[in-house]
């Protein structure tokens, strides 16, 4: 998770200080005008001063990709160039097994719930494809793409669909609507459309970041429940292993967090925490004995770089009746706003407020890119590969220098009166191209024969265990959770200095009730066959903020209560700036931000 | 744990003021003569100004107990008197689960390794017994008598060595052991001579703790790993609910000490923690289809009131041959031993010096009634009660009235430069007899008929999660645990005004390692047939400590690292007062506590 400095000069400082101070995120960098400031352009992409025909996006086609490439492009030989330091060795292996084994996890249930369509093979391909693509060619290459919980659902909700009418034409289904996918993420990303994403807040974020990780451990839940399925020795088992692989990687990663041992040590301990606990209970499983004679499942592995079920790797998607074409036309639409969402949001958050990123991004670009694989990989009968939401902020916090500070606050009177804390602030990220890269060529190491049959040998439940991590690191770090807590917390004892703590407890209770109603109807959408309609809900957050939800806050309440989910510079310059319905929301935030000091990011979690 | 008051007053203090304040325990109020401080008899028990004959304490025999009986008598009235209050309610509630789960867990382990010959009853009848003697007649009435996990140790120890010989005998054996114990336990009470516990400082009573939740975790394992005899589906499932039920019980503690809702909402998790968890993981064992189905073993019981093998209550202890009497006198010793240590720790931290206690205790007059209550459990084959360390200070715990304070830490300049947390406060212990002898009837209504068919219900899974709790309890709270926790903190975040910061490291390390290596050897001994040897281990460490150690550290050291486990006057008042050697020990130890705040006794931890 860092090279964590081992400075040891004590910053004193007072309290007041400490919170003007707080950390050096891209926030205060960018107001000093040191860091995530691009030098200004001549012309910068914005709508904002537009007149006449010229304020038409959709008129203007493919200015924004234009934009995205010419300001990006400039850095290309610097995204390798910097990536020459440890932390590139170790922001490697934590996203390999982050992005493998939530997507192995995924595919289990896939795999079960499609009739065997989509395997490991057609999963390890498509994230293969993915990271090869966008590691050389995205215009934010810190943001991973592969195969997500999502997409699972989609797949196994239209099988259920299509299997109601004509089993037999799902691959068929499936690459047509991947076609129409692909089509209509090129026209949104030509029509500049992806400007909208600079709206999303952390209203929809954090609820989106929440419905997540609770289908995450509703998920893991399920693949320990089939397991019963096998016999209860096998599904007792699981059980076991999860709960333990979960609590392993757990403690590991608060240890990491935590004070104990020299910086170095916790670095290692954060960095390795999910490798660790993959292969220890793996190996725990294959303790000869008792252990090893319930023979619980383990992945399915087939032929080495054939497709999984017995098929050419094209899929004749031209021998589709026509009138199946045209169903597809509609699922494809949901495909591309999930995608739409679910990609930028995950790119947001990548590039989220408190890494101090100086290199520009490019959703535009990135947009068309997917459009891209989501075209291959529909012809291919892959699943459709995109932004990993809760691994995201993962791999730039991988990517980090943390420094590990010493703050000491005086308390008022006597000798030694005084608080001793840690302060982690992130003096760099790596921001480079070669991680992504090395771990596409990992996961296609993967693809091969000897490697294949090593995943074979891991048992199902790491992979509950997996979507325990991954779900509980997504609801632990939200903000909605800190909500909650804070109304939950015995009044006395609320920190005075919480901005949250001026806004009336009606209000944040509202607010929450507000996101929570939103998390309740997408959960509860996605255990019907409806499942596919999610993405409209997810979107509708979006407006519904900026429309409906100030009529009943004040500016000043959702100053505190909300903020823009990333507001860089840099990463708003590619979606035509900072909107002008911002107002002053983002000091107050930051005032939050400061008091509660950095955090640092566990597998899982959506940025905060 | 304590109605805890609501006072909304915020003590506007500073860091040195709260240090110097800290809590209101024993010690400070004992300073000011408010409480703690009995009136001075016209001749206190002390041995100190004796000269002549009278030094001699076994030549002026049943002078403690005289005194014991003589300094709490006048107290009986009150004992009834004060018991009016929620605090008995959920003290009873509390220690009638406290007592009974990990009794009926060591009773498991016993009955597994002592051929069948200590079952339920036997162990319901044991706890009633003592419970109803010492609740009635013990002058310490707050210290809790039960059946241990080391009696167990002790019991299945001696089967394997008599099973060497002729198993036959085996009962007659255990009660000429009892019987010889009894005896001993008779002459020390009478000669004087629990005078000596007042040398026990924290050095031999944490590596005591320590042990003691080595073993119950080693113990809570073994029950599980027993269950794998019985098929694999049986010994997964209960570890599955052994994991989920310490996980249960440990969180409820958690959130019950945390400063969440309202402090009557923390009260009531924190005194039902234990009745929660067990309610609720008896009752999913027996949910029906795939959990019922497996069958795990209950707790095994037999007739109502009867014993649990095909015998009569009474031991014929006359019908054993005169070799095998004799052959019982060291084991008897060795047991004695076991209590001497065990019982008199026991009562101490329930007496310890966070406990702001009013009333007296009387060690010599309980040793006196231990050894009554050895005699008649020895002659009715039941296991030997004594006093429950881990449990013992539980009690006195649950019948605090916590004030829970807000401490406000102004921190040097700014506005709102503060810190608000969390001050626990004992304002009063409920001391009294009624909470113990309503848990005795409790017992007793238990080993009816319908209430002991209840118990038959309870999965053994259950206790190897009690077995967990209580074990972890001990360890987390442990100082040796705090001590490794100050060695591996980072250095520059050690909180100064801990006085362990003046300790050089060095020291630390080598006290820990002194603790570390009797911890050890008595772990190590444990696990083999010289079990029963382990008693002399415990008690060598404390003239260990008075007369070696200080060899290797200076007086300031030894005055931070260590203290008296119980320092209140009326404690000592029946231990022949204050050891001269003292020195000015405790004014350091209390500085350390002062800076840490009280912290909620767990069940199953030691007291600090």
Not at 125 to 147: E, K, R
Request: aromatic share 14%; with cysteine.
């Amino acid at each position: 998770m860092a090279s964590t400095s081992q400075t040891e000069t004590p910053t004193q400082c007072t309290s007041s200080s400490l919170r003007s101070r707080g950390i050096a995120t891209a926030q205060d960098a960018e107001k000093k005008g040191e860091i995530g400031e691009l030098p200004e352009p001549k012309d910068p992409y914005s709508w904002d001063n537009e007149v006449g025909w010229r304020r038409f996006r959709f008129l203007r086609p493919g200015r924004g990709m234009y934009h995205d490439v010419r300001r990006r492009l400039p850095y290309y030989w610097s995204d390798i160039a910097d990536a020459w330091t440890y932390r590139t060795v170790a922001s490697t292996v934590r996203i390999y097994f982050a992005n493998l084994l939530p997507a192995l996890a995924y595919t289990l249930d896939m795999y079960r719930r499609t009739g065997g369509f989509y395997g490991v093979n057609e999963a390890l391909f498509a994230s293969a494809l993915a990271a090869v693509i966008f590691s050389l060619l995205g215009a934010q290459p810190i943001t991973i793409v592969g195969v997500t919980g999502l997409i699972s659902l989609f797949n196994y909700t239209i099988y259920d669909i299509v299997s109601l009418y004509e089993p037999s034409i799902y691959p068929q289904f499936m690459c047509w609507t991947a076609i129409w996918a692909a089509i209509m993420h090129w026209i949104v990303s030509f029509g500049n459309w992806c400007d909208y994403m600079r709206y999303v807040t952390d209203f929809s974020s954090e609820a989106f970041g929440m419905y997540v990780g609770i289908i995450y451990m509703v998920k893991g839940v399920e693949e320990l429940v089939d397991e019963f399925t096998r016999g209860s020795t096998d599904g007792f088992m699981s059980c076991m292993v999860a709960l333990l692989f979960f609590g392993t990687v757990y403690g590991l990663e608060k240890v990491g967090a935590s004070t104990l041992f020299a910086p170095w040590t916790r670095s290692i301990l954060a960095d390795y925490a999910y490798a660790f606990g993959t292969i220890f209970w793996v190996g725990f499983c294959h303790i000869p004995g008792t252990l090893k004679d319930v023979h619980i499942t383990k992945l399915p592995i087939t032929r080495a770089f054939y497709p999984t079920q017995d098929r050419s790797w094209l899929i004749p998607f031209w021998e589709l009746n026509g009138k199946w074409v045209f169903a597809a036309l509609p699922f494809g639409f949901l495909v591309m706003l999930l995608f739409y969402y679910d990609h930028n949001v995950s790119s947001l958050t990548a590039q989220a407020k408190q890494f101090p990123l100086k290199k520009p991004g490019g959703f535009h670009w990135d947009f068309f890119l997917l459009g891209c694989t989501t075209f291959v990989s529909g012809i291919l009968g892959l699943p459709l590969p995109n932004g990993l939401v809760p691994q995201a902020p993962v791999h730039t916090e991988s990517l980090s220098e943390y420094e590990s500070n010493l703050t000491i606050i005086h308390t008022s009177g006597g000798d030694r009166g005084e608080i001793r804390k840690q302060t982690l602030t992130i003096r760099r990220v790596v921001e480079q191209r070669v991680t992504h890269l090395v771990m596409a060529l990992g996961l296609i190491g993967t693809m091969t024969g000897p490697l294949l049959a090593v995943l074979g040998t891991m048992p199902r439940a790491i992979f509950a265990g997996v979507f325990f991590v991954v779900g509980w690191g997504s609801i632990e770090s939200n903000g909605m959770l800190k909500k909650l807590r804070h109304l939950m917390e015995e009044h006395r004892f609320l920190a005075r200095q919480n901005p949250l703590f001026d806004v009336p407890r009606g209000k944040i209770a509202l607010y929450l009730a507000l996101q929570a109603v939103g998390v309740a109807a997408c959960v509860a959408i996605s255990q019907t066959i409806a499942a596919i309609g999610f993405p409209l809900l997810i979107c509708a957050l979006i407006p519904f903020r900026w429309k409906t939800v100030p009529r009943w806050f004040t500016t000043e309440e959702l100053a505190t209560l909300d903020a823009l989910t990333a507001d860089n510079m840099v990463v708003l310059a590619s979606l035509g700036g900072r909107p002008k319905e911002m107002g002053g929301m983002d000091e107050r935030e930051g005032r939050e931000r400061d008091a509660e000091g950095m955090k640092r990011q566990r597998v899982g979690s959506i940025a905060q």
